[in-house]
Each structure stands twice: as C-alpha cells, then as structure tokens.
C-alpha cells in the first residue's frame, strides 16, 4: 500500500484541469495617456503592431542594447544614407568630372569616422565603391528634370483634422522639379518594405510625407504637389534602383494612383485610425498585421508573450490585409 501511494503521485501529474491558451494583450489605457503626436515612421507600427506602441510611447520602455554586437544592416543603412545625404548638401553637381573622385572622398571620410571591424569594412567599402558610379549615372539621368534637391529635410507638425493628434516627418530627400512639382525619396538598402506595401499603404510613410507636403510641412519648399514618390534601393552589388510606389501590377490588373491622390487616401486613413485610438474602448494589440507571422525579432513580443498566446493559434479581431 506504501508503495502503490509513492507510485500514484507520478500519474497525478497528468490529471490537471484544462487551461485555457493566455489572451493576445490588447491594454487599454486612459485617454489621458495616449500620445498626441507621432511621426510618420511611427504610423506603420501603429496598425502593424500597436502593442510596440504602447510599450515605447506609453510605458517608455526601451531595448537595452547589448555590451558586444557587430554592426548590422541597419548600420550600413544609415552610414550609406548619411553620405549620400552630405554629397547632396554640399551641393555637388553630379554632371562634374570630379563627382565621383568627392563622394568616394566623403564616403571615406565616414568610414572612418565609424571605425568599422576590419572584417566588415573588407565587406561594405568594395559594396560602396561599387555604388559611386551607378549612383552617379542614376542622379545624371534625371538630371535635367532637378532644381533643388534638399537631403535630411524636416517637416513641422500639422494636427490630423479633429483628432488634435499631430504628425511630422523627415524625408531623406525632396527634390523639387523645374515645373515646381516634387519628388519625394526614400533610400532603402533591404527589400522591405515593397512598393506594393507603400502603395496599399500598409507602409505608408511616403504617402503621408506627400500628404505633409501639400499641407506646407516641409519649409523649404512650401506647399506643392508631389510628382513622384519613389524607393531607391541601394542593392549590395551596387546597383541602384528607383521604385516608384505609385504604380503596381499591370495595367489590365492593377493599381494605379498619383501621388497627391495617394498622399489624401493615406492622410483619410490616418484621419481613421487616429479617431479609432480616441475610443477609450480601442486597445492596442499585439502584433495585429506582422510582416510575417513566424518573425519574432519584435523589441516586445517578450513582454507581449507572443509564444504563449500564439500557440492558442490567430484570435479574432486583427485587422487583415
């Protein structure tokens, strides 16, 4: 009898009441709380995965970054677009003989500065220098379209409509046309996100950066149309190549808008998300439309315990694409 007691404990391990999987978070705090301006970059998050909101702009929370890492692609990003940015501030004429010589010059200058590992400069120095000459040909054929070209350019804050929510933005450059049109660009060094998300304004940076424009955001240039609003990929063997956002598929099965029509739809959409987080009721959810559902590199799916509620499988109530 001893014995069949300690051997019965084993088997109570498996009778246990079900529990139900933990719930997708979706808080709900007080108006009061909830931020009152945003940046455009920041729109994106906010339908993709609000949580993310809630945990940077509400709570504060921030990534603690780790004591040892090598730079990344988003370094690389940022170190190409920097130089490019100040080869456009210097006001370099690309037609120049000399283009080239001063931007490898720059991009030097700012390799250094970084002090990148040996093994990683070997790798992103031949990738730039590969870059110069179809950078160059790419400002030259467009060059007789430019007046002005404007890098790092800054908007000031407009309020949405009646939310009182306000919204600004940075372009990484607006050229402005001799028929006193703009372009709106976008340097992008990674395939995300595409032209097709922009457009469908699942990324909707440019389009709202279109909408800043026409509303005189951008002091530099005043209140224009835009003509264009493109990606320029940098590819990492040295092509480049401009996307604009404004046309996807085909012209039998397709889409196709101007940009001023495609900066209104993005600024009536943010009118309606923005009234929708006015709702003390609307809550801001976890991961509602992720770039894809097995990523889960999110500064916080941990607090927002993503494996936990997603292994209950998709909930009701995310918006779908």
Same mark, same amino acid.
Do not use: C, M
């Given at each position: 009898?001893?014995?069949?007691?300690?051997?019965?404990?084993? &088997?109570?391990?498996?009778?246990?009441?079900?529990?139900?999987?933990?719930?997708?978070? !979706?808080?709900?705090?007080?108006?009061?709380?909830?931020?009152?301006?945003?940046?455009?970059?920041?729109?994106?998050?906010?339908?993709?995965?609000?949580?993310?909101?809630?945990?940077?702009?509400?709570? +504060?929370?921030?990534?603690?970054?780790?004591?040892?890492?090598?730079?990344?692609?988003?370094?690389?990003?940022?170190?190409?677009?920097?130089?490019?940015?100040?080869?456009?501030?210097?006001?370099?004429?690309?037609?120049?003989?000399?283009?080239?010589? +001063?931007?490898?010059?720059?991009?030097?200058?700012?390799?250094?500065?970084?002090?990148?590992?040996?093994?990683?400069?070997?790798?992103?120095?031949?990738?730039?220098?590969?870059?110069?000459?179809?950078?160059?040909?790419?400002?030259?054929?467009?060059?007789?379209?430019?007046?002005?070209?404007?890098?790092?350019?800054?908007?000031?804050?407009?309020?949405?409509?009646?939310?009182?929510?306000?919204?600004?933005?940075?372009?990484?450059?607006?050229?402005?046309?001799?028929?006193?049109?703009?372009?709106?660009?976008?340097?992008?060094?990674?395939?995300?996100?595409?032209? =097709?998300?922009?457009?469908?304004?699942?990324?909707?940076?440019?389009?709202?950066?279109?909408?800043?424009?026409?509303? &005189?955001?951008?002091?530099?240039?005043?209140?224009?149309?835009?003509?264009?609003?493109?990606?320029?990929?940098?590819?990492?063997? &040295?092509?480049?190549?401009?996307?604009?956002?404004?046309?996807?598929?085909?012209?039998?099965?397709?889409?196709?808008?101007?940009?001023?029509?495609?900066?209104?739809?993005?600024?009536? +959409?943010?009118?309606?998300?923005?009234?929708?987080?006015?709702?003390?009721?609307?809550?801001?959810?976890?991961?509602?439309?992720?770039? =894809? !559902?097995?990523?889960?590199?999110?500064?916080?799916?941990?607090?927002?315990?993503?494996? !936990?509620?997603?292994? &209950?499988?998709?909930?009701?109530?995310?918006?779908?694409?």
């Amino acid at each position: 009898d001893r014995g069949a007691k300690f051997l019965g404990w084993p &088997g109570e391990i498996d009778h246990a009441p079900d529990e139900d999987f933990a719930k997708r978070p !979706e808080p709900k705090p007080p108006l009061a709380a909830r931020p009152r301006h945003f940046s455009v970059t920041e729109i994106e998050t906010l339908r993709r995965d609000p949580y993310a909101i809630f945990a940077k702009r509400i709570l +504060r929370l921030r990534p603690i970054e780790p004591l040892i890492r090598d730079p990344d692609v988003a370094e690389r990003g940022s170190l190409f677009h920097n130089i490019l940015a100040h080869f456009t501030e210097q006001g370099i004429d690309p037609l120049d003989a000399n283009a080239a010589r +001063r931007l490898l010059e720059i991009g030097r200058q700012y390799f250094d500065d970084i002090a990148l590992p040996e093994e990683i400069d070997a790798v992103w120095w031949p990738r730039f220098q590969s870059l110069v000459p179809e950078y160059l040909n790419w400002e030259r054929l467009r060059d007789h379209l430019i007046s002005e070209r404007h890098p790092e350019i800054a908007s000031k804050k407009i309020v949405v409509e009646a939310t009182g929510v306000t919204l600004s933005g940075r372009a990484d450059r607006v050229d402005l046309r001799r028929d006193g049109t703009v372009d709106i660009i976008d340097y992008k060094t990674g395939s995300t996100p595409s032209k =097709r998300q922009a457009h469908v304004l699942l990324s909707p940076q440019l389009a709202l950066e279109a909408a800043l424009l026409a509303r &005189g955001a951008f002091h530099q240039v005043g209140p224009r149309k835009a003509a264009d609003l493109l990606y320029v990929r940098l590819r990492p063997n &040295g092509k480049v190549d401009p996307e604009s956002i404004l046309r996807i598929g085909t012209a039998a099965n397709g889409s196709e808008k101007t940009a001023p029509e495609l900066g209104d739809l993005s600024w009536l +959409r943010l009118n309606e998300l923005l009234t929708a987080y006015g709702d003390p009721h609307k809550g801001y959810l976890s991961r509602a439309l992720p770039f =894809r !559902e097995s990523d889960l590199t999110g500064d916080y799916d941990h607090l927002a315990r993503v494996l !936990e509620w997603s292994a &209950g499988g998709a909930e009701e109530g995310g918006e779908g694409e």
